[in-house]
């Protein structure tokens, strides 16, 4: 069986410290633009011939980043008392998404990354 991928893409921008000495001058509060990929994995296709409709995929990644969109992750409870790095951020994304799918989404997994700068980046996997 063909094993399918579909990702979409947003962007968040936030301001965020990293309070502990391992993180230097990111110590300090600072803005940062995350660009966001989420990949939905599916064995096969639907009856639609889709792995997931494209704006379905679009607008729960949208609504999942709604909540962090220009705030300062220093003051979001949902992020209290963790070091918000790229890895937390992407984490918190991939669970919210996964939590968010409808009960027959028939996906086996899926998969967020995060572009902090033109060369650096994390992903995180969720089996489904
Ligand atoms: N694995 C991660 N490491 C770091 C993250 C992260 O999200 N994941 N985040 C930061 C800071 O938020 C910022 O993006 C970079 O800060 P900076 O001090 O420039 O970090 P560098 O490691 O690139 O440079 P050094 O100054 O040499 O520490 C930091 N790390």
New binding site residues.
């Given amino acids: 069986m063909s094993r399918f991928r579909l990702t979409v893409d947003d962007h968040i921008m936030i301001a ?1 410290s ?1 309070q502990d000495p391992f ?4 110590q300090n509060l ?1 803005g ?1 633009t995350l660009s966001i990929q989420a990949s939905f994995f599916r064995d096969g296709l639907n009856e639609y011939g889709v792995v997931l409709d494209i704006g379905a995929a679009t607008e729960l990644l949208a609504a999942t980043l709604e909540p962090l969109r220009y705030k300062n992750l220093d003051e979001l409870e949902a992020l209290a008392g963790k070091f918000t ?3 937390v951020i992407i984490e918190h994304i991939a669970e919210t998404l996964a939590a968010e799918l409808p009960a027959d989404h028939g996906l086996t997994a899926l998969e967020v990354q995060a572009e ?2 033109p060369r ?1 980046r ?1 992903s995180v996997w969720v089996q489904l």
């Fill in positions: 965020h990293l993180f230097g001058p990111a600072h940062a790095t790229t890895e902090e700068h650096a994390a």
